[in-house]
Protein backbone atom coordinates (compact mmCIF):
# COMPACT_ATOMS: atom_id res chain seq x y z
CA UNK A 1 0.00 0.00 0.00
CA UNK A 2 1.93 3.31 -1.24
CA UNK A 3 1.90 6.18 1.07
CA UNK A 4 -1.07 8.71 0.08
CA UNK A 5 -3.53 5.41 0.13
CA UNK A 6 -2.51 5.09 3.75
CA UNK A 7 -2.80 8.03 5.15
CA UNK A 8 -6.62 8.72 2.88
CA UNK A 9 -7.43 5.30 4.98
CA UNK A 10 -6.09 6.33 8.48
CA UNK A 11 -7.53 10.07 8.13
CA UNK A 12 -10.91 8.25 6.94
CA UNK A 13 -10.50 5.79 10.26
CA UNK A 14 -9.76 8.67 12.50
CA UNK A 15 -12.66 11.13 11.65
CA UNK A 16 -15.42 8.26 12.24
CA UNK A 17 -13.60 7.34 15.58
CA UNK A 18 -13.55 10.30 16.95
CA UNK A 19 -17.26 11.21 15.45
CA UNK A 20 -18.18 8.14 16.73
CA UNK A 21 -16.08 8.52 19.91
CA UNK A 22 -17.30 12.31 20.37
CA UNK A 23 -21.04 10.78 20.48
CA UNK A 24 -20.08 8.37 22.84
CA UNK A 25 -18.32 10.44 25.79
CA UNK A 26 -20.92 13.07 25.31
CA UNK A 27 -24.06 10.65 25.98
CA UNK A 28 -21.59 9.27 28.90
CA UNK A 29 -20.72 12.80 30.04
CA UNK A 30 -23.97 14.12 29.84
CA UNK A 31 -25.71 11.66 32.79
CA UNK A 32 -22.26 12.23 34.83
CA UNK A 33 -21.06 15.55 34.84
CA UNK A 34 -23.65 17.45 32.59
CA UNK A 35 -26.06 16.61 35.31
CA UNK A 36 -23.92 17.78 37.92
CA UNK A 37 -22.60 21.15 36.30
CA UNK A 38 -25.08 22.34 34.22
CA UNK A 39 -28.42 21.09 35.97
CA UNK A 40 -28.56 23.88 38.65
CA UNK A 41 -28.95 26.16 35.82
CA UNK A 42 -31.96 24.79 34.31
CA UNK A 43 -33.30 24.38 37.78
CA UNK A 44 -32.40 27.94 38.07
CA UNK A 45 -33.95 29.31 35.29
CA UNK A 46 -36.99 27.01 34.85
CA UNK A 47 -38.48 28.11 38.38
CA UNK A 48 -37.49 31.93 37.84
CA UNK A 49 -38.70 32.13 34.05
CA UNK A 50 -40.86 28.97 33.79
CA UNK A 51 -42.97 29.23 36.59
CA UNK A 52 -46.74 28.47 35.53
CA UNK A 53 -45.76 28.50 31.65
CA UNK A 54 -47.33 26.09 29.58
CA UNK A 55 -45.69 23.25 27.83
CA UNK A 56 -45.47 25.13 24.57
CA UNK A 57 -43.45 27.90 26.30
CA UNK A 58 -41.55 25.25 28.60
CA UNK A 59 -40.35 23.01 25.73
CA UNK A 60 -39.45 26.34 23.33
CA UNK A 61 -37.57 27.58 26.40
CA UNK A 62 -35.89 24.32 26.62
CA UNK A 63 -35.09 23.92 23.01
CA UNK A 64 -33.71 27.51 23.13
CA UNK A 65 -31.23 27.12 25.66
CA UNK A 66 -29.73 23.55 24.13
CA UNK A 67 -29.60 25.55 21.19
CA UNK A 68 -27.44 28.09 22.98
CA UNK A 69 -24.80 26.13 24.30
CA UNK A 70 -24.69 23.78 21.18
CA UNK A 71 -24.13 26.93 19.57
CA UNK A 72 -21.03 28.05 21.42
CA UNK A 73 -19.57 24.22 21.24
CA UNK A 74 -19.60 24.41 16.86
CA UNK A 75 -18.16 27.82 16.92
CA UNK A 76 -15.33 26.80 19.76
CA UNK A 77 -14.84 23.54 17.26
CA UNK A 78 -14.57 26.44 14.20
CA UNK A 79 -12.09 28.54 15.80
CA UNK A 80 -9.67 25.82 17.22
CA UNK A 81 -10.27 23.73 13.76
CA UNK A 82 -9.57 26.36 11.96
CA UNK A 83 -6.35 27.22 13.88
CA UNK A 84 -5.28 23.04 13.65
CA UNK A 85 -5.37 23.51 9.85
CA UNK A 86 -3.32 26.58 9.79
CA UNK A 87 -0.06 25.32 11.98
CA UNK A 88 -0.43 21.96 10.41
CA UNK A 89 0.71 22.71 6.83
CA UNK A 90 2.30 19.43 6.30
CA UNK A 91 2.38 15.82 7.34
CA UNK A 92 4.91 16.02 9.92
CA UNK A 93 3.95 18.48 11.40
CA UNK A 94 0.42 16.96 11.74
CA UNK A 95 1.81 13.78 13.02
CA UNK A 96 3.49 16.83 16.00
CA UNK A 97 -0.13 18.15 16.20
CA UNK A 98 -1.54 14.29 17.07
CA UNK A 99 1.35 14.04 19.50
CA UNK A 100 0.73 17.18 21.29
CA UNK A 101 -2.76 16.51 21.16
CA UNK A 102 -2.84 12.67 22.12
CA UNK A 103 -0.67 13.81 25.35
CA UNK A 104 -3.38 17.46 26.57
CA UNK A 105 -6.28 13.91 25.67
CA UNK A 106 -4.52 12.06 28.07
CA UNK A 107 -3.95 14.29 30.61
CA UNK A 108 -7.23 16.23 30.77
CA UNK A 109 -8.58 12.18 30.94
CA UNK A 110 -6.83 11.91 34.13
CA UNK A 111 -7.68 14.96 35.71
CA UNK A 112 -11.30 14.37 35.27
CA UNK A 113 -10.81 10.99 36.61
CA UNK A 114 -8.64 12.13 39.80
CA UNK A 115 -11.02 15.12 40.25
CA UNK A 116 -9.15 16.47 42.70
CA UNK A 117 -5.72 17.20 40.77
CA UNK A 118 -4.67 20.61 40.22
CA UNK A 119 -5.64 20.65 36.13
CA UNK A 120 -9.04 19.22 37.14
CA UNK A 121 -8.86 22.79 39.33
CA UNK A 122 -7.40 24.86 36.92
CA UNK A 123 -10.05 23.23 34.05
CA UNK A 124 -13.11 24.09 36.12
CA UNK A 125 -12.52 27.69 37.46
CA UNK A 126 -11.56 29.41 34.82
CA UNK A 127 -11.32 33.22 35.21
CA UNK A 128 -14.63 34.39 33.40
CA UNK A 129 -16.89 31.89 35.80
CA UNK A 130 -15.64 34.84 38.44
CA UNK A 131 -16.20 37.88 36.15
CA UNK A 132 -18.62 40.25 37.81
CA UNK A 133 -19.41 41.26 34.55
CA UNK A 134 -20.49 37.55 33.35
CA UNK A 135 -22.63 37.30 36.49
CA UNK A 136 -24.49 40.80 35.71
CA UNK A 137 -25.58 39.44 32.18
CA UNK A 138 -26.35 36.33 33.42
CA UNK A 139 -28.72 38.12 36.22
CA UNK A 140 -29.98 40.40 33.50
CA UNK A 141 -31.15 37.28 31.50
CA UNK A 142 -32.74 35.94 34.17
CA UNK A 143 -34.93 38.82 34.66
CA UNK A 144 -35.77 38.91 31.56
CA UNK A 145 -39.27 37.78 29.79
CA UNK A 146 -37.61 37.74 26.26
CA UNK A 147 -37.23 34.06 24.77
CA UNK A 148 -34.32 34.87 22.97
CA UNK A 149 -32.81 34.78 26.74
CA UNK A 150 -32.87 31.18 26.87
CA UNK A 151 -30.69 30.99 23.95
CA UNK A 152 -28.48 33.70 25.38
CA UNK A 153 -28.26 31.90 28.95
CA UNK A 154 -27.52 28.75 27.04
CA UNK A 155 -24.67 29.99 25.39
CA UNK A 156 -23.40 32.07 28.49
CA UNK A 157 -23.36 28.31 29.83
CA UNK A 158 -21.11 26.81 27.11
CA UNK A 159 -18.88 29.45 27.86
CA UNK A 160 -18.18 28.22 31.17
CA UNK A 161 -15.00 26.37 32.22
CA UNK A 162 -15.78 22.49 31.71
CA UNK A 163 -13.20 19.97 31.70
CA UNK A 164 -15.61 17.56 29.62
CA UNK A 165 -15.83 20.40 26.97
CA UNK A 166 -12.06 20.85 26.61
CA UNK A 167 -12.20 16.93 25.97
CA UNK A 168 -14.48 17.01 23.55
CA UNK A 169 -12.91 19.64 21.79
CA UNK A 170 -9.51 17.78 21.74
CA UNK A 171 -10.92 14.28 20.67
CA UNK A 172 -12.60 16.71 17.67
CA UNK A 173 -9.31 18.41 17.19
CA UNK A 174 -7.85 15.08 15.65
CA UNK A 175 -10.07 15.15 12.46
CA UNK A 176 -7.47 17.62 11.25
CA UNK A 177 -10.51 19.58 9.57
CA UNK A 178 -12.28 22.73 10.64
CA UNK A 179 -15.47 21.80 9.15
CA UNK A 180 -14.84 18.29 10.89
CA UNK A 181 -13.89 19.65 14.71
CA UNK A 182 -17.34 21.93 14.31
CA UNK A 183 -19.49 18.68 13.03
CA UNK A 184 -18.20 17.21 16.09
CA UNK A 185 -18.75 19.58 18.61
CA UNK A 186 -22.04 19.81 17.36
CA UNK A 187 -22.72 16.19 17.67
CA UNK A 188 -21.24 16.19 21.49
CA UNK A 189 -23.63 19.16 22.00
CA UNK A 190 -27.00 17.27 20.78
CA UNK A 191 -25.45 13.93 22.74
CA UNK A 192 -25.50 15.88 26.04
CA UNK A 193 -29.30 17.27 24.98
CA UNK A 194 -31.33 14.67 26.40
CA UNK A 195 -29.89 14.37 29.67
CA UNK A 196 -31.11 17.70 30.81
CA UNK A 197 -34.11 17.43 29.13
CA UNK A 198 -34.71 14.04 30.88
CA UNK A 199 -33.35 15.49 34.45
CA UNK A 200 -37.09 16.81 35.24
CA UNK A 201 -38.12 13.09 35.06
CA UNK A 202 -35.34 11.28 36.39
CA UNK A 203 -34.11 13.63 39.29
CA UNK A 204 -33.79 11.00 41.97
CA UNK A 205 -31.74 8.95 39.71
CA UNK A 206 -29.51 11.38 39.23
CA UNK A 207 -29.54 12.95 42.49
CA UNK A 208 -27.56 9.56 43.16
CA UNK A 209 -24.46 10.98 43.73
CA UNK A 210 -22.79 7.63 43.34
CA UNK A 211 -23.77 7.06 39.48
CA UNK A 212 -23.08 10.35 38.50
CA UNK A 213 -19.37 9.44 39.62
CA UNK A 214 -19.37 6.43 38.03
CA UNK A 215 -20.49 7.63 34.51
CA UNK A 216 -17.97 10.62 35.08
CA UNK A 217 -15.12 8.27 35.57
CA UNK A 218 -16.34 6.29 32.78
CA UNK A 219 -16.24 9.09 30.30
CA UNK A 220 -12.99 10.08 31.47
CA UNK A 221 -11.03 6.81 30.98
CA UNK A 222 -13.26 6.51 27.84
CA UNK A 223 -11.09 10.47 26.82
CA UNK A 224 -8.03 8.17 27.86
CA UNK A 225 -8.60 5.60 25.28
CA UNK A 226 -9.35 8.10 22.98
CA UNK A 227 -5.81 10.18 23.61
CA UNK A 228 -4.01 7.02 23.30
CA UNK A 229 -6.10 6.40 19.78
CA UNK A 230 -4.63 9.36 18.26
CA UNK A 231 -0.71 8.63 20.13
CA UNK A 232 -0.95 5.87 17.35
CA UNK A 233 -2.63 7.58 14.60
CA UNK A 234 0.26 9.88 15.18
CA UNK A 235 2.84 7.40 15.66
CA UNK A 236 1.71 5.17 12.66
CA UNK A 237 1.95 8.37 10.49
CA UNK A 238 5.68 9.11 11.23
CA UNK A 239 6.84 5.80 11.23
CA UNK A 240 5.31 4.85 7.84
Not at 20 to 48: D, E, K, Q, R
Not at 85 to 105: D, G, H, N, R, V
Not at 201 to 212: D, E
Request: aromatic share 10%; charged share 10%.
Amino acid sequence: MDHGMHNAISEMAGMNFSLIGVVIFGLSASFGHCIGMCSPIVVAYASVKLNGAGKLRQISAHLLYALGRISVYVLLGLIFGLLGELFTPSPTAKSIFLLALSAAMIAIGLALFFRSSRLFLALENGALIRSERYKRTFGALFGSKNMASFYAIGALNGLLPCGMVYAALAMALSASSAIKTAGAMAAFGLATAPSLFAFGLLAGAMANSQLRGILSKAAALFVIVMGFWTLYRALTALIV
